[in-house]
């Protein structure tokens, strides 16, 4: 962007028609946006916002503005379609009442006890995965290390059994591509055929865990089977599709946690050294990949009403692209943001979101998060990122389908 105005290409930024370099590197249009136009009108009528105070306050309001996504998947899927089933009942795109039942039934699930009793079997994941790569001269950090963790993780929480995992993580991809702002005939068919296959799939599985219920205290998929209670029960298709949404949750932006981090500290490697001097930084360390590049670049909401924000009037049923990377990156509310700092406090980032629809898998993701890069830092502090990256290729949803290293 040097050599092009950056308040020019901030005024006419299109999601559905990404300038040249947006979508391996948006941070600088980012920064444009937040300077020259955070409040921006998009040419189908929607409305990009920028600044990490608007988005807060919109993830805060669950009356004004609403995570329902019927209205505007139902052109772009069809209603009735299996994407269209998928991504309107699951938690994420719902309102109560399901929303209220959904996310009761996971919180109960993901209770801090219960995600301190995972950690053995994550770090032995990890283990097996670092032990496997050990020896050999060239790598790639996300397909042999960072896809296969949260793959394995879910897995355990479904109880999916080890031989049956193969599809999860080819289905979960061809779902999520489906909620870029742009899609191609293929990308969409892509798309329905994994929600079918994906469906028909778990329904085998719960007719297996019906007959044979496990542990509900560790088994996520016989505590939604059960419900919480007569009127907390999930209908069929709720069940299935919130099935599904946890996995596509859970894989795709802990890949992308996992991998960024590897990737920056690569990158920054005063930060590496400062990490190993002291591992307790960890912690601190995670909080800013996820500032820094956030795994989930946007989220959206539906005006439920007429709205003023930041002096713009926006009208009821008005779809918000909410740029979670651009407010992680608002220098209202970060020092110095365009700089990696793994000390950075305070560090409100929102890759999380925030209010009622806060992720509900967050302290499950920081837990991986902080596993992955501490013990992969540990066994090979010397690894190198070598040879082409291949970014992701996804607007929503940021990081590598590629990082070729040696260890």
Known sequence: MNDINPENIAQNLDLMNPPKGFVDDPFPFYDALLKHAPIL????????????????????NTTLYSSDK???????????????????????????????????????ALTPRAIARMEPGLIETVDVLLDGMAGR???????????????????NLL??????????????????????????DAQLERGHNAVREFKAYLQDLVA??????????????????????????LSETEL?????????AGHETTTNLIGNGLALLNDHPEQRSRLLDDPELIASAVEEVLR????????????????????HQIAKGTNLHLCIGAANRDPEVFADPAS???????NKHLAFAGGPHVCVGLTLARLEGRVALARLLNRFPQYQIQGTRVQGGRIRFHGYASLPATL
């Open 137 to 155: 001269g060239q790598v790639d950090l996300i397909e042999d290390f960072a896809s296969t963790i949260p793959i394995q993780i879910i897995g």
């Open 340 to 346: 990696f700092d793994i000390t950075r406090k305070p």
């Open 70 to 108: 019927e209205a505007a998947f139902g052109p772009k899927f069809g209603v009735g379609s299996p994407l269209f089933e998928h991504h309107t009942t699951s938690l994420v795109f719902s309102d109560p009442p399901l929303h209220t039942r959904v996310r009761k039934i996971m919180t109960s």
């Open 240 to 248: 299935l599709q919130n099935c599904i949404f946890i996995l596509n």
């Open 159 to 184: 109880d999916v059994p080890m031989e049956e995992r193969a599809p999860l993580r080819d289905w979960s991809l061809a779902i999520l591509g489906a909620l870029e702002p742009a899609l191609t």
């Open 292 to 311: 820094y590049r956030s795994p989930n670049q946007f989220g959206n909401r539906e005006t439920t009403a007429n709205v003023e924000i930041g002096g």
């Open 208 to 233: 297996r865990r019906r007959t044979q219920p496990r542990d509900p205290e560790t088994d996520v998929l016989t505590r939604l089977i059960r419900g919480e209670g007569a009127d907390e029960m």
């Open 41 to 60: 009108r998009q040419p189908d009528g929607s409305v990009l916002l920028s600044r990490h105070a608007d988005l807060d306050a919109i993830y805060r």
